[in-house]
């Protein structure tokens, strides 16, 4: 009998480290030509123009990754972008937090 509650206490503990495993894994973003991944991207190389004094153009996302994390997602991006002359590729990392600050019925 003690045994018995021994084994079962294992196997839940061994399943919940699965479960958090996959829960905190990366997962492959499927359509990279959605909209969000285009503005995501566009964002990225915008901010990072803002950030370095760049001249780069986003062009196309080629990959990505997400995960949830905190109030929102996390992305982890390769994408192309064009310094005037070449495409190059690039790695970017973007958290994005939604956050509702108000619904209601509007009534005009
Ligand atoms: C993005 O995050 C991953 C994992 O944390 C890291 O390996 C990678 O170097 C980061 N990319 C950039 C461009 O910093």
């Known amino acids: ?10 196997m839940l503990a061994s399943t919940a480290a699965v479960d958090s495993k996959v829960l905190r894994s990366w997962r492959p973003v499927k359509n990279v030509d959605d909209p969000l991944m285009k503005f995501l991207g566009n964002f990225a190389v915008k901010e990072d123009d803002r950030l370095t004094g760049m001249k780069l153009t986003f ?11 905190g109030n929102g997602y996390k992305y982890h991006l390769i994408l192309s972008a064009n310094d005037g002359f070449t495409s190059n590729m690039y790695a970017a990392n973007v ?3 939604w956050k509702l600050n108000a619904f209601g019925a509007f009534h005009a």
């Open 95 to 97: 958290s994005v937090t």
């Open 1 to 10: 009998m003690k045994s018995f509650v021994v084994v079962v206490v294992v």
């Open 59 to 69: 062009e196309k996302i080629v990959q990505a990754e997400y995960r949830s994390g």
